[in-house]
């Protein structure tokens, strides 16, 4: 079994902050994408920004210049940097992770979410 287990959501002021971790965890031969997606009440899931094991990122437009993606391979965790936060970056965000368990297992692996605020 493979874990994702998110942290650092909160309430934020317009222009402030956060940093968001995933640590994956359990049965791990390699991890290969990692990324963060979010979901806003009554929108569909979106592409905030994700990072590949070659160290390659891509990003959402509308996050582009203010959030920054990075990961550390050896402790299979994952961060999102968020800055100059605006209230419509208000949602649950969700890690996401391409994992392999084993050398023949390969699957995506979700989060359970966290909530980020942005209000003043």
């Known amino acids: 079994q493979v874990q994702l287990v998110e942290s650092g959501g909160g309430l934020v002021q317009p222009g402030g902050s956060l940093r968001l971790s995933c640590a994956v965890s359990?049965?791990?031969?390699?991890?290969?994408?990692m990324g963060w997606y979010r979901q806003a009440p009554g929108k569909k899931r979106e592409l905030v920004a994700v990072s590949t094991s070659g160290d390659s990122t891509n990003y959402g437009d509308s996050v582009k210049g203010r959030f920054i993606i990075s990961r550390d391979n050896a402790e299979n965790t994952v961060y999102l940097q968020m800055n100059s936060l605006k209230p419509e970056d208000t949602a649950v965000y969700y890690c996401n992770a391409d994992v392999s368990s084993s050398r023949y297992n390969r699957a995506g692996y979700w989060g359970q979410g966290t909530q980020v605020t942005v209000s003043s």
């Open positions: 359990g049965s791990i031969f390699s991890v290969h994408v």
